[in-house]
Nanobody, 128 residues
Framework: QARLVESGGGSVQAGGSLRLSCAAS????????MHWVRQAPGKGREWVSR????????SYADPVKGRFTISRDNAKNTLYLQLNSLKTEDTAMYYC?????????????????????WGQGTQVTVSS
């Protein structure tokens, strides 16, 4: 059964940086496209970024483009999110999620994130 454990969150001042990690187990990590999703207090879930299984293609939501960088180390079964130039509006719980299906499914499920897969999340709090 897939298990994802997020870490690396914390409290920083605006303009600061954090690096989030997501340790994966229970599935073949290198076969899955991966995502970061966040949820701010009182708001709905917001997709942040995704990376393909091989780590060669990335995509970002407009609010974080140019400030956040997603990456992965398939040898370590770990997903990362580098957060730079943080803003107060980045305050949220951050979750990593695997795609619903492996990349070789060549279907929309190979890109859609599986909400059932994410872990407890890691809190990022940015103060002004």
């Amino acid at each position: 059964q897939a298990r994802l454990v997020e870490s690396g969150g914390g409290s920083v001042q605006a303009g600061g940086s954090l690096r989030l990690s997501c340790a994966a187990s229970g599935f073949t990590f290198s076969n899955y496209n991966m995502h970061w999703v966040r949820q701010a207090p009182g708001k709905g879930r917001e997709w942040v970024s995704r990376i393909n299984s091989g780590g060669t293609s990335t995509s970002y939501a407009d609010p974080v483009k140019g400030r956040f960088t997603i990456s992965r180390d398939n040898a370590k079964n770990t997903l990362y999110l580098q957060l730079n130039s943080l803003k107060t509006e980045d305050t949220a719980m951050y979750y990593c999620a695997k795609a619903k299906a492996p990349f070789y499914a060549y279907s929309s499920d190979a890109w859609s994130y599986d909400e059932a897969s994410w872990g407890q999340g890691t809190q990022v709090t940015v103060s002004s």
